[in-house]
Nanobody, 127 residues
Framework: QVQLVESGGGLVQAGESLRLSCVAS????????MGWFRQAPGKEREFVAA????????RYADSVKGRFTISRDNANNTVCLQMNSLKPEDTAVYYC????????????????????WGQGTQVTVSS
């Protein structure tokens, strides 16, 4: 049974940092892109960041470029999201995700292409 377990969410003030981690179990995902989406109350789930299977191709949403950094460790089946200079508009539930397209290294990431989701971790940024 595949499980993605996120950790690292919490309540911080604007300008502070958080680091989210996601550990996958049940199978290895070394051939698949992994990433993060988020969903704020009353809004649709949106793409945040993704890293391809080798780590050689990374994509960010425009809203987080320059502030967030995604990384992965295939040996430990993990993906992390370092979030710096957090803003109140970053407040959302953050979801770890595994893309269903093997060896995908393209530009476009969509919730519709995700095969596996984590349970989500809350990030709240106060002003």
């Amino acid at each position: 049974q595949v499980q993605l377990v996120e950790s690292g969410g919490g309540l911080v003030q604007a300008g502070e940092s958080l680091r989210l981690s996601c550990v996958a179990s049940g199978r290895t995902f070394g051939s698949y892109a992994m990433g993060w989406f988020r969903q704020a109350p009353g809004k649709e789930r949106e793409f945040v960041a993704a890293i391809n299977w080798s780590g050689g191709s990374i994509r960010y949403a425009d809203s987080v470029k320059g502030r967030f950094t995604i990384s992965r460790d295939n040996a430990n089946n993990t993906v992390c999201l370092q979030m710096n200079s957090l803003k109140p508009e970053d407040t959302a539930v953050y979801y770890c995700a595994v893309d269903g397209r093997p060896y995908y290294s393209g530009y476009y990431y969509s919730a519709a292409k995700i095969d596996y989701w984590g349970q989500g971790t809350q990030v709240t940024v106060s002003s």
